[in-house]
Every structure is written in C-alpha cells, then in structure tokens.
C-alpha cells in the first residue's frame, strides 16, 4: 500500500490537507449512509460505505468552489486529498452554470444468452439560483463484440432495447430521481467535501491503486479501486497528466468479457462551467428542481 501511495504522488498534484473537523464531516455522513441501509454482513457495510464515496467523488467535481492553494503532500492521506483537490478545482469565472455529461454503459446477457452493450447519454446540472437540472436518452442496444453478433443474427437479428426508437414516448427521462441529485448539491457552499473524500478513503480496507487502466473510451489513466462485497470491482480511473477523473467503472469476471473490461460504466464525457442554461428536451418530465 505505501508505494501505491507513492505512486500517486508521483502522479498527482499536492493540495492541502483536510482539518480534523472535515474528516470528522464526512465520515460522519459515511457512516449516516450505511446505517440507513439495512446489511446482514460486514462486507455488505464496507460496499455500502465504497457507494457512498463514489457519490462523494462525483460531488466533489459539482462542488461550486474555487481551488485552494496548494502545500507538499507528506502522507498517504494528504496524498489522496491531491488527487481530490484535483478533481474537485474548476476555472474560476468561467461561467455560471456547472455541467456533466456522461456516457453510460451497461454490459449484459441478452434473452437468448449474448452479451448486449447498451449505452446512453446522462446530463447533470446545477444553476447559481440552487437550479438542478438531469435528464437521460437511452442510445443504443447492440450485440457486444463479433462472436455474439453472430449468435443474435442466428436468433433471427431481434431488435434490442433500450435505444432510439425504442419508445417514442419516452425518449428522454430524469436518470436519477432530483432528491438523489440533491446529494451532488447539498454541500455546495462547503468546501469540506472537497477536499476530504480521499483520506477517507485511504481509511477504507482493501483500497488499491492501479496504473494503465483504460476507460471504456480508450483513455489511459491511474484508476483507485475501491472495496466491494463479491467479485464486482468499482475503480475510479483519473487522467494522470491533468487529474481529471475519466470514469466510474465496474469490473467482475463476466462469462463473455475478457479480464479488466468494465461490465457497467458512467464515462464521463464533458464536464465544466459556461454560461448558457441547461434546457432539458421537450417533454421530460420532472427533469429540473430546485435544492
């Protein structure tokens, strides 16, 4: 574990550490997370605990805060707030509203046992009036690499969903209920999350960092692999150079995909300040809020 922290200082820019009373904040709201959810097992806890700082890594990049200024990292702990730090800085005065957008895939068995890739586009918002603004398209549904096509053009080429086309009533739809984006939002005026996710982090069992790593895209990062009940992993791949978190991926021994490649994943495509406000397509409900 200590050259894998090594590593990420070799790899990561230095901010400054959390206080005492940061790190107290947000293993409190850790440990809130996994007593609202009912678990049989201690593996179960550390899984629940993991979730709980994905949301907090993907909110530390909402976060509506400027960078701090940045001091040596001399522990593991300081370390991991670097790349926090990183990920969480935005360009001052660049614009009014912050905004995410992500690919999802997803990677599963089809009816007839073939494996189907199903991707869709995510948009997350936030406004400087405590706007929120989420919605979904579903894109495609296609058989998942040349042997598995073969095997759904044997099964009479059957049209997959979901993708374009697929309901016209629906084609676009809040990906995550508003009260769930309120978590992204909540603490925008507090920059303890920034910078406190990673040391609490480091605090969890199990955690390991990986070189080359590639995101679903292609792109070449250092990933932060987090603990989990079971097979399934969960890494979170950052751009080495610029520090910028690339994807959440997941990654599990599934009978079709070669070892290393992400059954579930949210790439993130574009996210950064501008002025222009999100406008949600036509007839998407429930697709803007306040917090």
Same mark, same amino acid.
């Given at each position: 574990?200590?050259?894998?922290?090594?590593?990420?200082?070799?790899?990561?820019?230095?901010?400054?550490?959390?206080?005492?009373?940061?790190?107290?904040?947000?293993?409190?709201?850790?440990?809130?997370?996994?007593?609202?959810?009912?678990?049989?097992?201690?593996?179960?806890?550390?899984?629940?605990?993991?979730?709980?700082?994905?949301?907090?890594?993907?909110?530390?990049?909402?976060?509506?805060?400027?960078?701090?200024?940045?001091?040596?990292?001399?522990?593991?702990?300081?370390?991991?707030?670097?790349?926090?730090?990183? /990920?969480?800085?935005?360009?001052?005065?660049? +614009?009014?509203?912050?905004?995410?957008?992500?690919?999802?895939?997803?990677?599963?068995?089809?009816?007839?046992?073939? /494996?189907?890739?199903?991707?869709? /586009?995510?948009?997350?918002?936030?406004?400087?009036?405590?706007?929120?603004?989420?919605?979904?398209?579903?894109?495609?549904?296609?058989?998942?690499?040349?042997?598995?096509?073969?095997?759904?053009?044997?099964?009479?080429?059957?049209?997959?969903?979901?993708?374009?086309?697929?309901?016209?009533?629906?084609?676009?739809?809040?990906?995550?209920?508003?009260?769930?984006?309120?978590?992204?939002?909540?603490?925008?005026?507090?920059?303890?999350?920034?910078?406190?996710?990673?040391?609490?982090?480091?605090?969890?069992?199990?955690?390991?960092?990986?070189?080359?790593?590639?995101?679903?895209? +292609?792109?070449?990062?250092?990933?932060?692999?987090?603990?989990?009940? +079971?097979?399934?992993?969960?890494?979170?791949?950052?751009?080495? #150079?610029?520090?910028?978190? /690339?994807?959440? #991926?997941?990654?599990?021994?599934?009978?079709?995909?070669?070892?290393?490649?992400?059954?579930?994943?949210?790439?993130?495509?574009?996210?950064?300040?501008?002025?222009?406000?999100?406008?949600?397509?036509?007839?998407?409900?429930?697709?803007?809020?306040?917090?």
């Amino acid at each position: 574990m200590k050259r894998e922290f090594e590593f990420i200082d070799r790899v990561m820019p230095d901010v400054p550490p959390p206080t005492p009373a940061q790190l107290a904040a947000t293993r409190a709201r850790l440990a809130e997370a996994a007593r609202a959810t009912p678990l049989a097992a201690s593996g179960l806890r550390v899984m629940v605990l993991a979730a709980a700082v994905v949301v907090l890594v993907i909110g530390a990049i909402a976060a509506l805060m400027p960078p701090a200024a940045r001091q040596p990292a001399a522990t593991p702990q300081q370390v991991l707030a670097a790349a926090a730090g990183k /990920l969480a800085a935005p360009p001052q005065g660049t +614009g009014r509203y912050w905004r995410m957008e992500t690919e999802e895939l997803f990677r599963t068995k089809g009816a007839d046992g073939y /494996l189907v890739e199903e991707r869709g /586009l995510d948009v997350l918002a936030f406004g400087p009036d405590s706007d929120v603004y989420s919605w979904y398209e579903a894109v495609s549904a296609i058989p998942y690499g040349a042997k598995n096509t073969e095997t759904w053009r044997r099964a009479g080429s059957p049209k997959l969903c979901p993708a374009r086309g697929c309901d016209k009533n629906l084609r676009y739809y809040p990906h995550r209920a508003l009260d769930e984006a309120l978590i992204f939002g909540a603490d925008r005026k507090s920059g303890d999350k920034k910078a406190s996710w990673a040391p609490t982090l480091a605090t969890l069992p199990g955690v390991s960092v990986i070189d080359n790593v590639r995101d679903p895209a +292609g792109r070449l990062g250092v990933a932060l692999q987090l603990p989990t009940s +079971g097979a399934d992993r969960v890494q979170l791949v950052i751009d080495r #150079q610029s520090g910028n978190l /690339l994807a959440v #991926q997941h990654v599990a021994p599934i009978p079709g995909l070669r070892p290393g490649v992400p059954w579930l994943a949210s790439i993130i495509k574009q996210a950064g300040w501008g002025d222009a406000r999100p406008v949600p397509p036509p007839g998407c409900k429930g697709c803007t809020g306040t917090y």
